[in-house]
C-alpha cells in the first residue's frame, strides 16, 4: 500500500466519543517508549505525524489518523495495570479494554515489543487478554536495527517458546519493524490493505 494521504482526525479519552463511522480501523498499543509513534510515522512516511514520547505522564488518548481516505490507524497510550480492588487485583485501564470490546470498526490490532528484551509480564498478559476476548492482532517486535538477526531470530523463538508451553495453540502473526531503516513499512501496509480489501 502506497501512503497517500495521512491526517490527525481527532484524540479521545473514552471510546463511545470516538468518529462515529464506518470507517474500518487498526489499532497499535504497547507499552511507553516501545517505539509506537516512530513506527506510526515510518509507517505513514510522516516526520511528527505521531508525536514522540520522552515525557513521561502524556495524557492518555485515543487518537485517530485518517489514512488514504479509506481507513483509520488509531494511535492507543501506552497500557499499564490499574490497581482498582482492594484485593489489589489488575486491570489494564478500562477505556483500552472498553475501546477493544466494544469498537466495533476495530478490524485487527498491532501489540508491540521490543525486540532486545524478553518477554514482559505485562505484555504476555495482555496478549493473553486480547485472546481471551478473541480480539485479532498482530505482534510488532520492533528497533530490530538494534539486533544482529541471529540475536533477533533467538529472541523471536524465545516468545514462541514461551507463549507456547503458556495458554497459546499457536504463535500470533508477526512482523518485525525498525522506524530507523523503515524495516517492516511494505509487510505491515500490506498486510492491512489485503485484510481492507476484503
Ligand atoms: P513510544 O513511547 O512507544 O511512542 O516510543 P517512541 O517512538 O517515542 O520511541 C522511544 C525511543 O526509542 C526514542 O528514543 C526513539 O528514537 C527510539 N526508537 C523508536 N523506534 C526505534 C527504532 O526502530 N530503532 C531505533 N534504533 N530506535 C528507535
Not at 20 to 30: D, H, K, L, S, V
Not at 141 to 147: E, M, P, R, V
Request: with cysteine.
Amino acid at each position: 500500500m502506497k501512503i497517500k494521504s495521512a491526517t490527525f482526525v481527532v484524540s479521545n479519552s473514552e471510546v463511545s466519543k470516538c468518529p462515529n463511522t464506518r470507517i474500518p480501523e487498526y489499532a497499535f498499543i504497547g507499552r511507553s517508549n516501545v517505539g509506537k509513534s516512530s513506527l506510526i510515522n515510518m509507517l505513514t512516511n510522516r516526520k511528527s505525524l505521531a508525536k514522540t514520547s520522552g515525557r513521561p505522564g502524556k495524557t492518555q488518548l485515543i487518537n485517530h489518523f485518517l489514512i488514504n481516505e479509506n481507513w483509520h490507524l488509531v494511535d492507543l497510550p501506552g497500557y499499564g495495570y490499574a490497581r482498582v480492588s482492594k484485593k489489589d487485583k489488575k486491570y489494564f485501564q478500562k477505556f483500552i479494554t472498553d475501546y477493544f470490546e466494544q469498537r466495533e470498526q476495530m478490524i485487527s490490532a498491532f501489540v508491540l515489543v521490543d525486540c532486545r528484551h524478553e518477554p514482559q509480564k505485562i505484555d504476555m498478559e495482555f496478549m493473553e487478554y486480547m485472546g481471551e476476548k478473541e480480539i485479532p492482532f498482530s505482534i510488532i517486535f520492533t528497533k530490530a536495527d538494534k539486533l544482529r538477526p541471529q540475536a533477533l531470530e533467538r529472541n523471536i523463538e524465545e516468545y514462541k517458546r514461551i507463549m507456547l508451553e503458556g495458554v497459546w495453540w499457536e504463535f500470533p502473526n508477526y512482523f518485525v519493524s525498525s522506524s530507523s531503516d523503515g524495516t517492516g513499512q511494505d509487510e505491515i501496509l500490506n498486510y492491512i490493505e489485503e485484510i481492507n480489501s476484503n
